[in-house]
């Protein structure tokens, strides 16, 4: 009896020490039950918030400065609450679906009362990191800016731009606030994330802008062929073909390279630079493409007032193209088939057009891709879908 009794305690002890070392246990009491039991009334949240920061591919580690997981939790439900807007029906999410890299399968989206915008949804999830690579709030002065026209600096201030836009959600700052205050979930995450469960609208800006801060995409096919190459000491990504690639992979990357790469990105990794007609190197926020010879939307020039701006748009790095058809900032081209043609015979000789894009006489420059040329391109920018955040949990609907 009393080897049991020994026994039993040694069993028990040995329980509560093992138990206390898994780190994972505090992390169950993340949230009081209480306000666990509360979110999860509608909110579909995990025990403990994840970590948001976007991780390379070969586990290479975070690729910007940590993101708050906290904010970024009451950012998300924030993000998909469509409580937020005048009618009740649109949330961001709405126009930026995960399925659709977090942008829209539509050429422009609907707002509130089925009002239509003027322009295609961005798709979030085109860029590496949100964080890294847009917005003076994370980058300082000289960081690239948002929306087709570069007209908002920081995420916050393009949150805001979007929830008083009357064509999207259309309340006032003061309006989303009380709607915020009115709904019990969010007290707990308020809680959290700012120690207080005031609700300010900066707070609601800081939080969605932290969420968006923390969307990003490293772990498609080209960034693990990359991984793959550098393992084996190869660098150089532009010249050399990626080892785990098929052969027209490999002669789409290529003909990206040499043709689409100056102006999109070579890596896919950092902001495009793209070479000026005197030879240097500059970063390449706008441009013209050519799409029209009279653009009926002004664009950048919209933004600065600048006559060598008017028509021109942003840049937009290619990640996870595939999946945010409908292209160009008025999503007038519904394939890749399409955009390809577009610079195959398409390009117009629009005043702005980028020098890349026109001949040593100024006129338009046509690419005259063959179909094989064609196929291969598309079969590069299929290998830029990241498939494994498209369904990530971490960015996914949070209500029930
Ligand atoms: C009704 C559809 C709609 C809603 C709702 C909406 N957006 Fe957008 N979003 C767009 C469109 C369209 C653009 C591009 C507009 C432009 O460039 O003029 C855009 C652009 C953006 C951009 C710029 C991306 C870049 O790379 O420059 C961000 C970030 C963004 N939206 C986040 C949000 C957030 C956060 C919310 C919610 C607070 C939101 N959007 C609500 C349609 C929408
Ligand atoms: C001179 C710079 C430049 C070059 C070179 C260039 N592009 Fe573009 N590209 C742009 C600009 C600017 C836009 C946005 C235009 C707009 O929407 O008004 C764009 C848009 C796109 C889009 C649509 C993106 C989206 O999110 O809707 C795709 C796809 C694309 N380009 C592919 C290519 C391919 C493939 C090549 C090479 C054959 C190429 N581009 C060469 C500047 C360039």
């Known amino acids: 009896m009393k080897h049991l009794l020994t026994l039993a305690l040694v069993v028990?002890?040995?329980?509560?020490?093992?138990?206390?070392?898994?780190?994972?246990?505090?992390d169950y009491y993340y949230y009081s039950a209480e306000d666990y039991a509360l979110l999860s009334e509608y909110l579909n949240l995990p025990e403990a918030p994840p970590d948001f920061s976007p991780q390379r591919a070969g586990g290479l580690g975070p690729v910007?400065?940590?993101?708050?997981?906290?904010?970024?939790?009451?950012?998300?439900?924030?993000?998909?609450?469509?409580?937020l807007s005048r009618d009740g029906t649109v949330a961001c999410a709405n126009c930026h679906k995960q399925e659709f890299a977090f942008g829209d399968n539509t050429a422009v989206s609907k707002g509130v009362f089925d009002r239509s915008g003027d322009r295609n949804s961005i798709a979030l999830m085109s860029v590496p990191s949100f964080a890294s690579d847009y917005g003076t709030d994370l980058n300082g002065p000289g960081a690239k800016r948002f929306f087709w026209d570069n007209r908002a600096e920081t995420a916050a201030a393009q949150s805001r731009g979007s929830i008083t836009n009357p064509k999207e959600m259309d309340m006032d700052m003061a309006e989303i606030a009380a709607m915020v205050r009115a709904q019990p979930y969010y007290e707990p995450l308020?809680?959290?994330?700012?120690?207080?469960?005031?609700?300010?609208?900066?707070?609601v800006t800081e939080a969605i802008a932290e969420f968006v801060n923390s969307i990003g995409s490293l772990n498609s096919r080209f960034d693990q062929a990359v991984e793959e190459n550098r393992r084996q000491g190869i660098f150089d990504v532009i010249n050399f073909s990626l080892t785990t690639f098929t052969p027209d992979e490999n002669r789409g990357k290529s003909l990206y390279m040499l043709n689409c790469g100056s102006c999109h990105g070579f890596?896919?990794?950092?902001?495009?630079?793209?070479?000026?007609?005197?030879?240097?190197?500059?970063?390449?926020?706008?441009?013209?493409?050519?799409?029209?010879?009279?653009?009926?939307?002004?664009?950048?020039?919209?933004?600065?007032?600048?006559?060598?701006?008017?028509?021109?748009?942003k840049v937009p790095t290619l990640r996870n193209i595939a999946k945010s058809a409908p292209y160009m900032h008025d999503g007038r081209f519904a394939t890749l088939e399409q955009v390809i043609e577009h610079y195959s015979t398409g390009i117009q000789p629009h005043a702005n057009l980028h020098f890349g894009l026109k001949n040593t006489d100024g006129t338009p420059r046509r690419f005259n891709f063959t179909e094989d040329n064609?196929?291969?391109?598309?079969?590069?920018?299929?290998?830029l879908t990241d498939e494994s955040i498209l369904a990530d949990e971490?960015?996914?609907?949070?209500?029930r």
């Open 374 to 383: 064609k196929k291969d391109l598309i079969a590069f920018l299929n290998t």
């Open 190 to 203: 308020f809680r959290k994330a700012f120690k207080d469960t005031e609700v300010t609208e900066d707070r």
């Open 12 to 26: 028990a002890l040995a329980t509560f020490f093992a138990s206390c070392d898994k780190g994972s246990n505090f």
């Open 394 to 399: 971490r960015y996914a609907n949070p209500f």
């Open 267 to 313: 890596d896919q990794i950092s902001t495009p630079f793209s070479q000026t007609p005197q030879g240097t190197f500059e970063q390449l926020t706008h441009a013209s493409n050519g799409l029209d010879a009279q653009p009926s939307d002004a664009g950048v020039g919209g933004t600065t007032g600048l006559n060598t701006d008017m028509g021109t748009f």
């Open 64 to 83: 910007s400065k940590a993101i708050d997981r906290d904010k970024a939790t009451l950012g998300k439900v924030l993000f998909y609450d469509k409580k």
